[in-house]
């Protein structure tokens, strides 16, 4: 940090001199860290353990990435921030990065782009400045600065103007996983960035808007501002599938933040059951409607019976009897109180033996708690206990209702049609639960029926990514792991490729147990372009109906052309000249297609990868399964035979949905080929 002045040295090579003794001081901090000697300030090897830990995790945070900018904008303040701003009072420079540095003492040479004197360099502008004299950008070539921009936003005489060097780095060939797009935030998307951590908010945004980015500086964010907070709690980042955790996984480290899990929903219910088997649409759409919450809800609340015999508890020479209706008060007040049916069984014991040491009390004896405890454990007590509110166990309970009808029957009654309850049951049932052929959405059901028995662990805060492809049911065991802290839920209703995927926000932010959280709208695409997404967005009237459609901010309208083949020459053909770009190439087609072009591409000697394979200067071309394409980019797209994509699903609507997703995958070009007639949906 310095006071803005006249430089002696040319711009260009002093922001360089800048950037190597930011550096410099980087590896300073780094190294200070390694040269810490822990040996007498640990009282035990765990502690001992612990705080290694921490400095490892510290070390790996100041990591110099060598081809990522330490520092990608500057702010000069017309104040200092925080100071009267006094006639005459001297501004501030600061350089804003993805980490703070400072310098041997102490003071900062890079503010972490968190910081709340960052902010303005994502929400200053020449209408309303907040006190900038200054914006300026920098342009990197390999981690050096080969180029800078500057926006003078309190000059009235300079007029408002469209970063060049920010369209260049939104445009920015993609090679290899994600990355952070902490240098180009746009205003809209840093106000839900910084929102604050007691709220859940939902951002609808559609193809290029930048919803999953958002999200993951949305955690780094509140990381920063709310750090032992997190750290106690939790966050979880969880997505549709491993290939696109693969495709995110660098994002959080890039910035800093090494300690975010991340899973899909299958994961967070994987303890419950191993899951072997699969359900057709319809039994999984039942499955996984909210309705099986109260089915669940009543067989496991069925387990408790009445009590008709009294307790008769023996100690020494006395005997003590709690009559039958004393239990039943008992028992009733227990599920009046609403809690888990588990802690309720924990509790049946204590509540009996208290009701034991009133009537010692009353006999004049002066039992305590050392007394209750033991009456709790005594054998009279246990059996009553098994007999009137019995273990639970989740899996056979879920087992069960799949495969006795009349188990089923007994407590879908009024929740369930009859011909719902015939399509759920299994048609070969199991002998046991270790035997069985759980599908996913079984699993989701007993990690419901689990929650109900035992209460999930709640984190501080979860992420939800391509949340409209989640059932309600998903959305509840989502719900579950953030019951005492906040959620960013993203997605876009026009891509959900599920029978259930999600109608409303509402009605998702209803099913997480969120009903309170905000729904945001990013329209605004910085990563589609504009030829691409016009033609993509003819489909949003037969897909969303009023969803508005996403408006390119791009200058650069992109490559985007249809055409008609006989067969995979032409797709080989096509990819052949997106190759010869800079940058990725991304092969989508539909499922059934996959082996025939595989093996089509490989007698043409070109190298392709699997969707979640890091792509590499030597192969830049990756296959992709029309099913697996969500939530994923590439430079250069090949799409082929779009009405094969919509017939590989179930029904239409989803089938066109799948097609949005597959046409808006491509950052700079889309080449379409045909030799089946294109969906009508899709004519101009």
């Known amino acids: 940090m310095s006071t803005p002045a006249d430089d002696p040295l040319e711009p260009l090579s002093r922001e360089r001199s800048h950037l190597a003794s930011s550096r410099a001081a980087l590896r300073a901090m780094r190294e200070d860290v390694e040269s810490l000697d822990i040996s007498d300030v640990t009282a035990n090897w ?84 907040l006190d900038v004299s200054l914006r300026r950008r920098f342009g990197y070539t390999r981690g050096e600065i080969t180029a800078y921009e500057d926006e003078h936003l309190s000059d009235p005489a300079e007029a408002a103007r469209t970063s060049k060097l920010l369209q260049q780095e939104i445009e920015r060939p993609r090679v290899g996983p994600m990355r952070d797009i902490v240098a180009t935030i746009q205003p809209e998307q840093d106000e839900i960035v910084r929102s604050g951590l007691g ?86 759409t039942v499955k996984g409607d909210a309705r099986m919450a109260e089915v669940l809800r009543r067989a496991v609340l069925s387990h408790v019976t009445p009590p008709t015999e009294p307790v008769v508890v023996v100690r020494g020479s006395r005997r003590w009897r709690v009559p039958a209706y004393e239990l039943e008060d008992i028992v009733r007040e227990l599920q009046g109180r609403g809690i888990r049916y588990g802690a309720a069984r924990e509790a049946l014991p204590q509540r009996i033996a208290h009701a034991v ?82 599908s996913s959405a079984d699993a989701v059901l007993v990690d419901e029926a689990t929650d109900l028995v035992q209460r999930t662990h709640s984190l501080g805060h979860v992420v939800l990514d391509e949340a409209q492809d989640l059932s309600p049911m998903q959305y509840r065991a989502v719900g579950r792991r953030c019951t005492t802290g906040s959620a960013t839920v993203l997605g876009d209703l026009a891509q959900g490729t599920t029978p259930w995927a999600t109608r409303s926000w509402d009605e998702a932010l209803a099913h997480l147990g969120k009903s309170e959280g905000v729904v945001e709208e990013l329209t605004a695409g910085f990563r589609v372009p504009t030829d691409v997404i016009a033609y993509a967005s003819r489909l949003l009237p037969h897909i969303a109906p009023g969803l508005a459609p996403v408006a390119s901010v791009r200058e650069n309208p992109g490559f985007f052309d249809l055409r008609a083949s006989t067969g995979t020459a032409e797709v080989v053909a096509a990819c052949e000249e997106l190759l010869r770009n800079e940058g990725s190439t991304g092969l989508i087609a539909a499922d059934a297609r996959i082996p025939a072009i595989a093996e089509a591409l490989s007698a043409a000697g070109i190298g ?67 030799s089946a007639p294109l969906p009508t949906q899709l004519a101009g």
């Not at 501004?91 to 503010?111: A, L």
């Not at 087992?399 to 009654?413: E, K, M, Q, V, Y």
């Open 608 to 674: 392709h990868l699997a969707p979640g394979e890091e792509t590499t200067e030597e192969t830049r071309l990756t296959l992709v399964p029309a099913s697996l394409a969500k939530g994923l980019e590439y430079d250069y797209v090949v799409l082929d035979e779009p009405q094969a994509v919509v017939d590989g699903e179930p029904d239409e609507r989803t089938g066109l949905r799948r097609l949005y997703v597959a046409l808006t995958r491509a950052v700079s070009g889309l080449i379409v080929t045909h």
């Open 357 to 438: 040491l009133v009537q010692m009390e009353r006999s004049g004896e002066a039992p305590d708690d050392r007394v209750q405890d033991a009456v709790a454990r005594n054998a009279a007590v246990k059996a009553a206990v098994k007999q009137i509110w019995p273990p639970v166990d989740p899996a056979k309970l879920v087992l069960r209702l799949l495969t006795d009808a009349d188990f089923l029957a007994a407590h879908a009654d009024g929740v369930l049609t009859g011909d719902e309850q015939k399509t759920i049951l299994w048609a070969k049932p199991a002998r046991s639960v270790k035997s069985a052929r759980f």
């Open 46 to 129: 765990v502690n001992a353990e612990v705080l290694a830990r921490q400095i490892d995790e510290r070390i790996k945070a100041l990591a110099d990435l060598s081809d990522t900018p330490l520092f990608f904008g500057r702010l000069d303040y017309l104040h200092a921030p925080g100071a009267e701003q006094a006639e005459g009072a001297e501004g501030e420079r600061f350089y804003i990065g993805r980490r703070h540095v400072h310098d041997h003492d102490g003071d900062p040479m890079v503010i972490d782009w968190r910081a709340p004197v960052s902010q303005p360099f994502y929400r200053a502008s020449k209408k309303d400045p």
């Open 199 to 284: 709220g859940t908010v939902c951002v609808q945004g559609g193809p290029g808007t930048g919803k999953t980015a958002v999200g993951l500086h949305r955690v780094a964010y509140l990381l920063y501002a709310h750090r032992e907070r997190l750290a106690r709690t939790g966050t979880l980042v969880i997505g549709p599938n491993r290939s696109f955790l693969h495709y995110i996984e660098q994002v959080l480290p890039a910035l800093g933040e090494l300690t975010v899990q991340q899973a899909t929903v299958d994961d967070l219910v994987a303890g419950t059951v191993e899951v072997r088997g699969t359900d057709d649409a319809s039994a999984a």
